[in-house]
T-cell receptor, first 112, second 112 residues
Framework: NAGVMQNPRHLVRRRGQEARLRCSPM?????VYWYRQLPEEGLKFMVY????????ESGMPKERFSAEFPKEGPSILRIQQVVRGDSAAYFC??????????FGPGTRLTVL | AQTVTQSQPEMSVQEAETVTLSCTYD???????LFWYKQPPSRQMILVIR??????QNATENRFSVNFQKAAKSFSLKISDSQLGDTAMYFC?????????FGAGTRLTVKP
């Protein structure tokens, strides 16, 4: 059973471009979470999704950020018109119902 | 909202000795989970140990053990016989339902 997979592992974008981060949960997991980690800080919750539904997006910036978890395929975290402050490591986690979260390796986004 | 506090930004320990990392949290909930995660330079989030709040017995995993004081809302991690490979960031986390919150982390260095 493969773990949580994220791609790309590293992503470089120029200011104003779009960034798309993908997360494939572990087999059998229907819950996906996205976190952001700024340098020298802990992980900050962004959004919690189940298949085709956003359950909690209280940690997501209101503008430029969106997330989806379609019926088929990976979960996508999308950042439009990136700015330098978006540079961070973005982690995805998945879980079965109300249980321990398993983390992916993260995507490091660098905005030039 | 739940908050998690790690009051030690950095710690060091000599190889083979014991070190304790502190964590306190604030919640009005009675049932919840607590975790310690290790993040080495690879940035992978690795689960070290977990504790269910309804269990009075402290969790233990080989060289890692916790001191869970529910009334004091304290959850410290003890690493015995420290090894060079234990050098990493350590994050304490609180989870209720699907809501997980992290502390800011403690950078642990094991010295030869």
């Amino acid at each position: 059973n493969a773990g949580v997979m994220q791609n790309p592992r590293h992503l470089v974008r120029r200011r104003g471009q779009e960034a798309r981060l993908r997360c494939s949960p572990m087999k059998g997991h229907s819950h996906v979470y996205w976190y952001r980690q700024l340098p020298e800080e802990g992980l900050k919750f962004m959004v919690y999704l189940q298949k085709e539904n956003i359950i909690d997006e209280s940690g997501m910036p209101k503008e430029r950020f969106s997330a989806e978890f379609p019926k088929e395929g990976p979960s996508i975290l999308r950042i439009q018109q990136v700015v330098r402050g978006d540079s961070a490591a973005y982690f995805c986690a998945s879980s079965p119902v109300d249980s321990q979260q398993f983390f992916g390796p993260g995507t490091r986004l660098t905005v030039l | 909202a739940q908050t998690v506090t790690q009051s030690q930004p950095e710690m060091s320990v000599q190889e083979a000795e014991t070190v304790t990392l502190s964590c306190t949290y604030d919640t009005s909930e009675n049932n919840y989970y607590l975790f310690w995660y290790k993040q080495p330079p690879s940035r992978q989030m690795i689960l070290v140990i977990r504790q269910e709040a309804y269990k009075q017995q402290n969790a233990t995993e080989n060289r890692f053990s916790v001191n869970f004081q529910k009334a004091a809302k304290s959850f410290s991690l003890k690493i015995s016989d420290s090894q060079l490979g234990d050098t990493a960031m350590y994050f304490c986390a609180f989870m209720k339902a699907n809501d997980m919150r992290f502390g800011a982390g403690t950078r642990l260095t094991v010295k030869p």
